[in-house]
Structures are given as structure tokens and as C-alpha cells.
């Protein structure tokens, strides 16, 4: 009667056995091999590493924590290619606001403004005197703070083109700008030298701190017996 309950017993769990290891394997169907050491111990989990997605895979539905991490060389190859555009990029608009600065500047304008008002100019260039590209470029340094002006910018009429050429310096701290060269040399090669009659510059770029050589000054009236009002 023991022996026969016994069997039945052991029936009963070989039948159970099947169950629950069918319970406990994963989905993909692989199952968990048990310790040979203990084997009452918990089944251990055998997975292999999901690889990272890719472009183009579609949505990520689900993230496991023991996925593959992505190539390290990949990420270093986007980056070497993507720096130099960067830095053409930094580099071009750096020249273009430098070039934007002088072109701003009230110098250009007075040279430009000097050039339509003078007579071998306009002899030589003819009439509508302007810049000649559309989006012009001022050659040259022009330092203001330190006293050196040296600046070149191609110009165009109705006659011809060349590039006027303008250079200044400022001896002292404190003093006033000279003009040392204000030229016009044609697109056949030809120089004209524009300040033999004369500097119109003289007055445009003096020092506002300093009285300006032979300009008159028109002096404020002062007001005599004002007295101020006390409230």
C-alpha cells in the first residue's frame, strides 16, 4: 500500500515537471539549464546580446538593458566628416563680417562720395560712379585706433572701371589723419593720381577733440543775466 502511494507520487511530480519548466522557458524556446553543482539552485538565464538598431529598422518598440552598444568608429567617422564643414563654415562668415565692418565703415563712404565729386574721376570713369560687384570687397587694413588706413575696392561708371585706392595714417595718439595716397588705377593700367588737386579728406577725417586748421567754427551765443531758477 506505501510502495503503491509512493509510485503515485512520483507520478504526479514527473507529470508536473514538464509544466513547469515549459512556464519558466523564455519565448524564444530555449530553456534554462540547471546547475550541475546544486541543482536545487535557480535555473540560470542564458541570452544572447540584441544588436543595436540601425537606420531604417522602424520604430524601437522595446529597449533591453543587455543590448549591444553602438561602434565607436562610426561616431568618429561622422565627426571628422561634419568638422571641416564647420569650420569652412566659421572661417566664411568671419571673413564676411570683417568685410562687413569696413564696408560700414564712414571712410568708404567719404572716398566713394570724394571719387563721384572729382572731375579726373569722373573724366576717366564717367557718370553713376559705384561699387562694381554687388556685394563689394574692401581689400586692406583699416585700423582706426592705432592710425593706419590702407584700403583698395574695385569701382565702375558709365565709361569704364578700375579700383580706387585710399591710405592714411595718424602721426600721434591725438593728432589728425593724413592722406598719403588717394589713386585710381583703370582696368587698361593707367594711374591717376587724385590728390593733385588737392585733400578732401582734410576735414573729414580730423579729430573731433582737435580745431580743425582753417574750418570757422560758429560759436554759440552765450546768454548774459541768466539767472537759474530755484524751486
Known amino acids: 500500500m506505501l510502495l503503491r502511494s509512493a509510485q503515485q507520487g512520483a507520478g504526479a511530480r514527473s507529470a508536473l515537471l514538464p509544466l513547469l519548466r515549459r512556464r519558466i522557458t523564455p519565448t524564444g524556446g530555449r530553456r534554462f539549464p540547471l546547475n550541475k553543482n546544486n541543482s536545487g539552485a535557480r535555473p540560470t ?5 540584441v544588436s543595436a538598431p ?11 538593458a543587455d543590448r549591444e552598444l553602438p561602434s565607436l568608429e562610426q561616431t568618429t567617422f561622422r565627426w571628422s566628416r561634419t568638422l571641416p564643414i564647420f569650420a569652412a563654415v566659421i572661417a566664411v562668415a568671419s571673413v564676411a563680417i570683417f568685410n562687413y565692418q569696413k564696408l560700414s565703415s564712414p571712410v568708404v563712404g567719404a572716398t566713394l562720395y570724394a571719387l563721384r565729386t572729382s572731375d579726373k574721376a569722373r573724366a576717366v570713369l564717367g557718370d553713376e560712379i559705384y561699387f562694381a560687384q554687388q556685394i563689394p570687397w574692401i581689400s586692406g587694413e583699416m585700423n582706426q585706433l592705432h592710425g593706419r ?3 583698395s575696392f574695385r569701382v565702375k561708371g558709365t565709361k569704364a572701371g578700375g579700383v580706387m585706392r585710399f591710405a592714411s595714417f595718424r602721426p600721434t595718439p591725438k593728432g589728425m589723419f593724413e592722406t598719403t595716397e588717394w589713386s585710381l588705377e583703370t582696368d587698361d593700367g593707367t594711374v591717376i593720381d587724385l590728390l593733385e588737386d588737392g585733400d578732401p579728406f582734410a576735414v573729414t577725417m580730423a579729430t573731433p ?9 560758429e560759436e554759440e551765443p552765450v546768454p548774459r543775466g541768466f ?3 530755484t524751486k
Open 45 to 49: 538565464q542564458n541570452r544572447m546580446l
Open 149 to 151: 588706413i590702407d584700403i
Open 54 to 64: 540601425k537606420a531604417g529598422d522602424g520604430p524601437l518598440m522595446e529597449r533591453r
Open 227 to 229: 539767472r537759474k531758477m
Open 209 to 217: 577733440d582737435l580745431p580743425m586748421g582753417d574750418v570757422d567754427v
